[in-house]
Antibody, heavy 122, light 106 residues
């Protein structure tokens, strides 16, 4: 069965960077884009960007341009999200999500990771 | 960016009630609209995609409709396990989510 398993909770100081991993199984990793979505405490869902695991191509929400990087390691079917220059506003649960069909523009988020809480505090 | 709004922001209803949530897009998005259910402490779950197609395994009491700029999610007979927050999401352009509708039981 399809699974997306994320790395554990992180506590970071303002100005630091964080890397979250998303290890997938149960499907062909390189065939489906991975997206990242975050959710601040008590708030709604915010889309951050996407990555094509086959080509490594990425697209980021304008809000995060310049401080977000999405990468992958195809040998271990794992996607990564790195966010730099953290502030308290980045405290949130970060989710990876797999799209339902292998068409990049059709973004139905069919399977999700369990979420990774990133806390930014001095 | 395409902005999404939802109404109401919260909804209190009784078990067995028919409830409807509305989602509005800031521009025409055809039927490029999905609905998700999120329970506390859990990841969102895809309920409906392409505005009206029920995801596999989702109970038939859920239905979706609409096109263009106005969409709806209806629960035909509210059940206790439907207590959650519901989000719409467009994918005509880069994905954006609505602010959510919190469903509660009276």
């Amino acid at each position: 069965q399809v699974q997306l398993v994320q790395s554990g909770a992180e506590v970071k100081k303002p100005g630091a960077s964080v890397r979250v991993s998303c290890t997938t199984s149960g499907y062909t990793f390189v065939s489906y884009d991975i997206h990242w979505v975050r959710q601040a405490p008590g708030q709604g869902l915010e889309w951050m960007g996407w990555m094509n695991p086959n080509s490594g191509n990425t697209g980021y929400a304008q809000k995060f341009q310049g401080r977000v990087t999405m990468t992958r390691d195809t040998s271990i079917s794992t996607a990564y999200l790195e966010l730099s220059s953290l502030t308290s506003e980045d405290t949130a649960v970060y989710y990876c999500a797999k799209i339902k069909i292998p068409v990049a523009t059709v973004t139905h988020f069919e399977f999700w990771g369990q979420g990774t809480l990133v806390t930014v505090s001095s | 960016d395409i902005q999404m709004t939802q109404s109401p922001s919260s909804l209190s209803a009784s078990v067995g009630d028919r409830v409807t949530i509305t989602c509005q897009a800031s521009q025409d998005i055809n039927t490029y609209l999905n609905w998700y259910q999120q329970k506390p402490g859990k990841a969102p779950k895809l309920l409906i995609y392409d505005a009206s197609t029920l995801e596999t395994g989702v109970p038939s009491r859920f239905s979706g409709g609409g096109s263009g700029t106005v969409f709806s999610l209806t629960i035909a007979s509210l059940q206790p396990e439907d207590i959650a927050t519901y989000y719409c999401q467009q994918y005509d352009n880069f994905p954006t989510f609505g602010p959510g509708t919190k469903m509660e039981i009276k």
